[in-house]
């Protein structure tokens, strides 16, 4: 068999035939688009994901409104299951606890009766336990479903029909969040607070080229559902605003509270999303009791001195979390001597009461594209859907209002000619096709007046016809003036958001306020040092310069690599085999009494690489780097410093190159000078690396 047959695929008794490589990137594509607006990636329109639009819209279906009695959340997972989305019952079932969760979302859809979880992440009790029924604010979301505003679809088996969307009056997206991994993309949206977003979408409605400045101090930034602080900076959040992706910094928010004799007790009610009691708790036993790492025989210099200054620090935490306080954790310190803010700030370095949350505004817009979207073009895409829905809505009304005036008309047609009526429908054969004839009626008409009772003949239903159509035809011009005029139409959007945002909103709980992140600071006297690194990557500090090399003893076998001289509160750098470096502070090296540690113990070596180069000064010292196949690049020491134990890629290097040993440049350097093997020699001025 040649290639060319070896790569087709026959397909049954067809003649066609189809290259394999060809067939799998159809296939894999098409899991991916199925993925990506199936499952994974929230509409930028209603802010629901498939499976939580199919609950939402079940739930609706069954009766479950606010003001219902909650029915087993089995029976829910059931209709769900049954008549919209085949799939895993535990995958609906967590969808739902997740949407009625009050820790997960800002605004919850589903309201949970029994054990819906926690934020330590504790399970919810299975679904046979628990009951569900619908939140006031899952409205904005459903109100309208049944006045035309969104298509209807078959469902999976055609045998009904589901909502291809929700008619959102608000951008519940923003509001609610989403997290999400598709193929080749995810998504995580923070929640933010309802008046705030509703303020946006009123002031761009208005004035749809304001300004990003005034949106952005609408919108400060997200408002989680569990509180905590926000300590990024403004130009930070407007940034990640614009561009729909970014990290913010967050952290706990605490108090002291003072107890008798002078004692106090730092105590933790609030903390960043996607940290728990549970973590911290686990956080301090880690640092308080280590465990040594993989591949070492004894803890770390770097563990030895955290476990040493918990221990200095704290006496004993406590979890008193519960039915009155959602999150109390209750830290007291060894003694009520020490400073309260070097307490604080070492918690806050050392535990994820400070962390990074990630921001990364990927959606699926209006026009069925998944893509990243900044802020303004999600509230401009859900004002569009909005607009589109609330014309729907009015044509929808409309059509409603002229039929009943339609029908109304033929009624007065009875009203001022009942006998004649009663005479031409005992006199024909066919009442329907007489009285059209007879008073020039439509045939719908003709249906309602045959339907009609007796005793809507009287007197005083007559006047009630009367008024009804009066009013219906005011009606009629008011919605007619809403489709003509598209500020009319303006005008009731802002007033119905601006009437949602007084009924649903609520203060902000995450407070925004800029800080300093939180570093542990080692105070360290500047002073001389000469670093002295042997060939097996053994160093040691010894204080001053000027010193005899001659001088300075190794281990038998071992042998001296460099002697560098600069300031204790410098750092040290290592390269690898790989290109990649390491930071070593230099004032926690062992002093020159002995034979000092070997590097490896300080940092985390990749596997099969090892420290090929050291070099160590201030973060401007300028170095050239280059590899034995002649490239290379100029960059400070700074560029290379990183706080990871484990480094970071700086180099690249193929196979069967290696790295030169760095050379440092001083500031009265003006030329570089290359030497080859075969002895030919060029220099290049250092303005040309």
């Known amino acids: 068999m040649d290639s060319t047959q070896a790569g087709l695929f026959d397909e049954g008794q067809s003649s066609e035939r189809i290259l394999l490589a060809n067939y799998a990137e159809q296939a894999y594509l098409d899991y991916a688009i199925s993925v990506v607006r199936g499952r994974a990636l929230p509409e930028v329109a209603d802010g629901q994901k498939p499976v939580q639009r199919r609950i939402l819209f079940a739930m609706q279906a069954m009766g479950l409104g606010a003001n219902a009695k909650p029915v087993k959340s089995a029976r829910v997972v059931g209709d769900v299951l049954g008549k919209y989305h085949p799939h895993s019952d535990q995958a609906a079932y967590d969808a739902m606890v997740r949407m009625a969760q009050d820790f997960t979302l800002r605004y919850p859809l589903v309201d949970g009766q029994g054990n819906f979880g926690s934020r330590d992440g504790d399970n919810a009790a299975a679904m046979r336990y628990t009951e569900a029924r619908l939140t006031p604010f899952a409205r904005v979301l459903l109100d309208e479903l049944d006045e035309g505003t969104v298509d209807f679809v078959p469902n999976y088996d055609g045998s009904q029909t589901e909502p291809a969307m929700l008619p959102a009056r608000l951008p519940v997206m923003l509001l609610n969040g989403a997290s999400g991994i598709a193929v080749g993309m995810a998504t995580e949206i923070p929640s933010h607070n309802l008046r705030e977003i509703a303020q946006a979408s009123v002031a761009l409605l208005k004035n749809p080229k304001l300004s990003d400045e005034e949106l952005f101090g609408l919108v400060p930034g997200p408002d989680f559902a569990g509180g905590g602080q926000i300590i990024s900076t403004s130009a930070d959040i407007a940034h990640i605003y614009g561009q729909g992706k970014g990290s913010i910094k967050a952290r706990a928010r605490w108090q002291f509270e003072e107890l008798a004799r002078g004692q106090w007790q730092l105590v933790v009610h609030e903390l960043p999303p996607g940290t728990s009691s549970q973590k911290i708790l686990e956080e301090i036993e880690d640092l308080t009791?280590?465990?040594?790492?993989?591949?070492?025989?004894?803890?770390?210099?770097?563990?030895?001195?955290?476990?040493?200054?918990?221990?200095?620090?704290?006496?004993?935490?406590?979890?008193?979390?519960?039915?009155?306080?959602?999150?109390?954790?209750?830290?007291?310190?060894?003694?009520?001597?020490?400073?309260?803010?070097?307490?604080?700030?070492?918690?806050?370095?050392?535990?994820?009461?400070?962390?990074?949350?990630?921001?990364?505004?990927?959606?699926?817009?209006?026009?069925?594209?998944?893509?990243?979207?900044?802020?303004?073009?999600?509230?401009?895409?859900?004002?569009?859907?909005?607009?589109?829905?609330?014309?729907?809505?009015?044509?929808?009304?409309?059509?409603?209002?002229?039929?009943?005036?339609?029908?109304?008309?033929?009624?007065?047609?009875?009203?001022?000619?009942?006998?004649?009526?009663?005479?031409?429908?005992?006199?024909?054969?066919?009442?329907?096709?007489?009285?059209?004839?007879?008073?020039?009626?439509?045939?719908?008409?003709?249906?309602?007046?045959?339907?009609?009772?007796?005793?809507?003949?009287?007197?005083?239903?007559?006047?009630?016809?009367?008024?009804?159509?009066?009013?219906?035809?005011?009606?009629?011009?008011?919605?007619?003036?809403?489709?003509?005029?598209?500020?009319?139409?303006?005008?009731?959007?802002?007033?119905?958001?601006?009437?949602?945002?007084?009924?649903?909103?609520?203060?902000?709980?995450t407070l925004i306020e800029t800080a300093e992140r939180a570093v542990l600071e080692t105070r360290v006297i500047d002073e001389p040092v000469t670093v002295i690194v042997s060939q097996k990557g053994w160093l040691r500090a010894r204080q001053g310069h000027g010193h005899d090399r001659t001088q300075f003893g190794f281990k038998a076998g071992d042998d001296l690599y460099d002697a560098l001289e600069c300031r204790s509160t410098d750092n040290l750098i290592a390269f690898s085999t790989t290109g990649r470096v390491y930071t070593v502070p230099v004032s926690s090296l062992p002093s020159a009494r002995g034979n000092g540690q070997p590097v490896t113990s300080m940092i985390d070596v990749e596997q099969g690489a090892r420290i090929v180069h050291m070099i160590a000064g201030d973060d401007g010292r300028r170095y050239v780097l280059g590899n034995s196949a002649g490239y290379g690049f100029a960059a400070t020491l700074k560029d290379m410093t990183t706080r990871q134990r484990a480094g970071k890629q700086f180099m690249s290097l193929t196979k069967g190159e290696s790295l030169l040993k760095p050379l440092a440049l001083r500031d009265a350097d003006e030329y570089l000078a290359m030497l080859s093997k075969k002895g030919r020699m060029l220099a290049v001025a250092l303005a040309e690396i």
């Open 289 to 509: 009791n280590p465990k040594i790492r993989t591949g070492k025989k004894s803890l770390s210099a770097e563990q030895q001195q955290t476990k040493a200054l918990m221990l200095g620090l704290l006496d004993t935490v406590r979890d008193e979390s519960g039915k009155q306080a959602s999150v109390r954790l209750v830290f007291e310190p060894k003694t009520s001597r020490i400073d309260r803010d070097e307490f604080v700030n070492t918690l806050l370095a050392q535990t994820s009461m400070e962390s990074s949350v990630s921001i990364n505004l990927v959606c699926i817009g209006t026009d069925g594209r998944p893509g990243q979207r900044g802020l303004r073009q999600v509230l401009v895409e859900w004002l569009g859907f909005r607009t589109q829905t609330l014309t729907r809505r009015t044509q929808f009304r409309l059509d409603k209002v002229t039929d009943r005036i339609h029908v109304l008309e033929g009624r007065m047609v009875v009203y001022l000619n009942v006998d004649e009526v009663i005479q031409t429908i005992r006199e024909s054969d066919e009442p329907r096709q007489a009285l059209m004839q007879r008073f020039d009626l439509s045939e719908r008409q003709a249906e309602d007046i045959l339907e009609m009772r007796l005793r809507q003949l009287a007197r005083l239903e007559g006047f009630k016809i009367e008024k009804e159509l009066a009013e219906k035809k005011d009606e009629q011009l008011r919605l007619q003036e809403l489709l003509d005029n598209p500020a009319a139409l303006k005008r009731l959007m802002v007033k119905e958001i601006e009437a949602d945002a007084k009924l649903y909103g609520d203060e902000r709980r």
